[in-house]
């Protein structure tokens, strides 16, 4: 499955709102977004079943953060909104084309995209 490089990486005050996007191709179950600081491992924000819609996200963003996705574009997007410091990660999309339950963790996805760093200044 192709991945296409994600965007919409900014810098943005604490409070405000980014929208990463990531082009997606082929056979797939489920996209996710994940996180990574220096020196941390790689942490699961969400992700999304390609075919119902259905997302899932980790505790640290429900309620502020939002997978959907554009069928047409072929596009997954993250919508980003009362950010904080503490989301200053690079973040990155990632696919699962094994069918079955989708996880939030990074090992159960094949296919990576390149990254974009995300900064929210306080």
């Known amino acids: 499955q192709a991945l296409l490089p994600e965007s919409g990486g900014h810098s943005v005050q604490a409070g405000g709102s980014l929208r990463l996007s990531c082009g997606v191709s082929?056979?797939?179950?489920?996209v996710g977004w994940f996180r990574q600081v220096p020196g941390k491992e790689r942490e699961g924000v969400g992700f999304?079943?390609?075919?119902?819609?259905?997302?899932f996200y980790a505790d640290s963003v429900k309620g502020r953060f939002t997978i959907s996705q554009d069928s047409a574009k072929n596009t997954l997007y993250l919508q980003m909104d009362s950010l904080k410091p503490e989301d200053t990660a690079m973040y990155y999309c990632?696919?699962?084309?094994?069918?079955?339950?989708?996880?939030?963790?990074?090992?159960?996805?094949?296919?990576w995209g390149q990254g974009t760093q995300v900064n929210v200044s306080s």
């Open positions: 990632a696919t699962r084309s094994v069918w079955g339950a989708c996880d939030i963790l990074p090992t159960h996805f094949q296919n």
């Open positions: 999304i079943y390609i075919r119902t819609g259905s997302t």
């Open positions: 082929g056979n797939i179950n489920c």
